[in-house]
Every structure is written in structure tokens, then in C-alpha cells.
């Protein structure tokens, strides 16, 4: 089972649909990182120009007594409402500081994959990795070599697994690079914190959106050797894909789909700005989410035991 995977691994890498997806989201990764580190650091320092102004006092040539009065009763209010933006605004620049860090990029990177960019993405190349097959009749051959075709797919699963954690891995280094490179100078931003606390939170957020990748790359393999069409099985990827975001926020039901439990396994929240643009938030439930995930599981399981029963033999194929 091992050469087969790897073997299939190797195919993968060599794809050319697959070579180019690599490269556009390793760009996408740097491109919304050096986006938000530039959002981060600017709103960071605007607002603490602003509570140096304000600091300064209302003793100004300009100013009327009346107008002084006021001022000395608004600086108060507005102090505090600077200094509570202050505060929201130094966590969100140490969250996009993550890209600026050797390992914390990573937890960067692997929301991006584990976000709409990443999942269209194991949809086309699932699409044209494992239907194409059918569409080409490339399969016969490879079930000459391999006689059992749940065998041959979960290689395939196991091998978009696996390239996908690669492209993680690469795009987070190229994302460091030039976060350390060019950006730590460019977008002063505070620490992601300490290493220690860094590494904790990245090993977290790598064993989550490893999980949620191995989840959506089953699915999508599934879906593709059920339809056996790269164009059809793209447009069912993404029908899917729009009904999981769409019915996050549906009431009482809602939070036990795969849409709403998502983002809270790998660890979205409000501060993540990036990911609120590409996901639907969501209300957070006082159920765990890996309880939630519970429903998702058994219906993945229940899509690949109908593959299966549908493709028993090979005179099926």
C-alpha cells in the first residue's frame, strides 16, 4: 500500500493542473499575508497616533474656552473607546505577525487551506486527478496493477492528503521568507507571542486542519469517482461546497453541520479577518466542535460505503 500511495504521490506532483494550483496558492498565501500585515500595522499605528493626540490635552491657540470645555469632557469617553480599539487591533496584528514568523506561519497557511481558497482547490484537483481517469480510460491500466478499486482510491485520498500538507508547508516558507525578509520591516507589527506558546498553537491548528483536509479530500474523491467526470465533478464539489458555507448559519441545525464546525476546529474566529472574508461567521455553540463534527464524519462514511457498494467488482468501471 505504501508504493502505491507514494507512487500515486508522485504522479500528483508531476500533474500539471496540479503544478499550477501549487504555485497560485502559494501566491494567494503571501499576497493576503502581506495584505493583512499592511491592514494590521496601519490601523495599529493610526490609533496609537491618535491616543498621543488626544494625551496631548485640548491646549491649543484654537481652541475657544468653550470649545476647550468640551474637549476636557469628551477626552475621557475617548481615550477610553482609543484604548479598547488599541486592544483589538494589537491581536489582530499578532494574529497577521503569524506570517512573519518561521513557525507560526505555518497556522497561516493551513487556515488559508483549510478555508474556500484551499477546498476549491482539493475540488479541481481531485476532479482532475481521480476522474480524469474515467474521462481518459487511464483506469483500466491502473486496475491492472491494482485489482481493487477502494484500494486504488484510498491511495489517491491518501496521496491529495498528502500533497496537500506539502503545499502547506511550501507556501508557509515562502510566506516566512518574505514576512521576515521584507515585511517585519515594512509593517511593524507586536509578537505572535512566545515561542513556546507559538509552537503549541501551531501544532494545534496543523493537527485540526490536517484532519479537516484528510475530511474534505475523502470527500471530494468520492464525490469525483461517483461522477467520473472532472467537469461534473467540479461543479458537484462546488455545489457542495456552497451548500456547507451557505447553511453555517441556519438556525438549531446549523451548528451540527460541517459549516459551522469547521472554522472552530482549526480555530477562525472574528480577529481573523482574512478568513471572514472567504467563510461565513458563526455564532459559536456551546457544544464541543469535535462532537459536531460527529454528523460529517458518518456521512462521509456513508458516501464512501454507497462508492463501494456501486463499484464492488471491476466490471463496474
Not at 91 to 113: C, D, F, I
Not at 174 to 179: C, E, P, Q, Y
Request: with cysteine; glycine share 6%.
Amino acid at each position: 500500500m505504501r508504493s502505491l500511495v507514494f507512487g500515486e504521490y508522485r504522479r500528483l506532483c508531476r500533474h500539471p493542473l496540479g503544478m499550477t494550483l501549487a504555485v497560485l496558492f502559494a501566491l494567494l498565501s503571501l499576497y493576503c499575508a502581506l495584505g493583512s500585515q499592511s491592514s494590521a500595522s496601519e490601523s495599529l499605528r493610526n490609533v496609537r497616533n491618535n491616543i498621543a493626540t488626544v494625551d496631548q490635552g485640548c491646549d491649543t491657540a484654537l481652541n475657544t474656552p468653550e470649545q476647550k470645555e468640551l474637549c476636557l469632557k469628551s477626552v475621557p469617553y475617548q481615550l477610553k473607546t482609543l484604548r479598547q480599539y488599541e486592544v483589538t487591533f494589537t491581536e489582530y496584528g499578532r494574529r497577521a505577525a503569524n506570517g512573519q514568523h518561521p513557525v507560526a506561519s505555518l497556522v497561516w497557511t493551513m487556515k488559508l487551506a483549510t478555508s474556500i481558497p484551499g477546498l476549491v482547490v482539493v475540488v479541481l484537483v481531485t476532479a482532475f486527478f481521480v476522474a480524469g481517469e474515467w474521462s481518459r480510460g487511464s483506469i483500466v491500466p491502473r486496475l491492472l496493477y491494482e485489482a481493487r478499486l477502494s484500494r486504488l482510491l484510498s491511495a489517491k485520498t491518501a496521496a491529495v492528503w498528502m500533497w496537500m500538507l506539502t503545499l502547506v508547508v511550501v507556501s508557509a516558507a515562502a510566506t516566512a521568507a518574505v514576512g521576515m525578509l521584507y515585511a517585519r520591516s515594512a509593517f511593524p507589527l507586536p509578537s505572535p507571542g512566545a515561542f513556546g506558546e507559538v509552537l503549541a498553537e501551531t501544532a494545534v491548528v496543523l493537527v485540526a486542519g490536517a484532519a479537516v483536509l484528510a475530511a474534505a479530500v475523502a470527500t471530494a474523491v468520492a464525490l469525483a469517482a461517483l461522477v467520473r467526470q472532472p467537469l461534473r465533478s467540479c461543479l458537484a464539489g462546488f455545489l457542495l461546497l456552497v451548500l456547507v458555507v451557505q447553511t453555517a448559519g441556519t438556525p438549531v441545525v446549523g451548528a451540527w453541520l460541517p459549516g459551522s464546525a469547521l472554522p472552530e476546529i482549526v480555530g477562525f474566529n472574528g480577529l481573523d479577518r482574512v478568513w471572514d472574508h472567504f467563510w461565513v461567521s458563526t455564532a459559536p455553540s456551546a457544544v464541543p466542535a469535535a462532537l459536531r463534527a460527529v454528523p460529517t464524519l458518518l456521512g462521509i462514511a456513508l458516501l464512501w460505503t454507497f462508492l463501494q457498494h456501486r463499484s464492488r467488482t471491476r466490471d463496474l468501471v
